[in-house]
Antibody
């Protein structure tokens, strides 16, 4: 069963850049039809999708974060990464990496996050 | 972009049946998926597609659809079902993913 684990700094300064890495175990980031995703959750709030990258390197980002986000793939290390620039206090959140799978039934498709990392808390300080 | 709307809180008595709903335009094009999250833990997938449960998810949890509303139903709610539940789907207008605001289920 695939496992994901986030790593990165827990504390970053306002206006600086956040870099997080997700290491994938028992699976490859370049095979299959999966997408590798980042999702965050501010304290006491709901889930927010940040973006994902395909196994071929195509990226899709949330419109609200698109100007500040980069997601990249490092197949040799079985990793994918998140880079978020120009941090503000609003970026304080638990950050999760997740694998997105998809399927179709009766002509209707669905896209779901079937494996999640445990999450890593990030605090943006002034 | 589209939105998914959920009731913020729902309560159910132990052993009773409860339905958590998710409404949005994207449901006319895509199935939603449901995640359960307990405090301090990562979300866990509990339903995907039309009505599919990952391994380990009990049969008393099921999904259903009407025109633009998806429902997660728990028959015989247990204390362990108390959690936040989020629906999610692909945005009907682009390649983005969206989440509902979440429903806090109290048993």
């Amino acid at each position: 069963q695939v496992q994901l684990q986030e790593s990165g700094p827990g504390l970053v300064k306002r206006s600086e850049t956040l870099s997080l890495t997700c290491t994938v175990s028992n699976g490859s980031v370049t095979t299959g039809s999966h997408y590798w995703s980042w999702i965050r959750q501010p304290p006491g709030k709901g889930l927010e999708w940040i973006g994902y990258i395909s196994n071929r390197g195509s990226t899709y980002y949330s419109p609200s974060l698109k100007s500040r986000v980069t997601i990249s793939l490092d197949p040799s290390k079985h990793q994918f990464s998140l880079r978020l620039t120009s941090l503000t206090a609003a970026d304080t959140a638990d950050y999760y990496c997740a694998r997105m799978n998809w399927g179709c039934s009766g002509g209707t498709c669905y896209h779901f996050f079937d494996s999640w990392g445990q999450g890593t808390p990030v605090t943006v300080s002034s | 972009s589209s939105e998914l709307t959920q009731d913020p809180t729902v309560s159910v008595a132990l052993g009773q049946t409860v339905r958590i709903t998710c409404q949005g335009d994207s449901l006319r094009r895509y199935y939603v998926n449901w995640y359960k999250q307990k405090p301090g833990q990562a979300p866990v997938l509990v339903l995907f597609g039309k009505d599919n449960r990952p391994p380990g998810i009990p049969e008393r949890i099921s999904g259903s659809y009407t025109r633009d509303t998806a429902s997660l139903t728990i028959i015989g709610a247990q204390a362990e079902d108390e959690a936040d539940y989020y629906c999610s789907s692909r945005d009907s207008r682009d390649d983005h993913m969206i989440f509902g605001g979440g429903t806090k289920l109290t048993v």
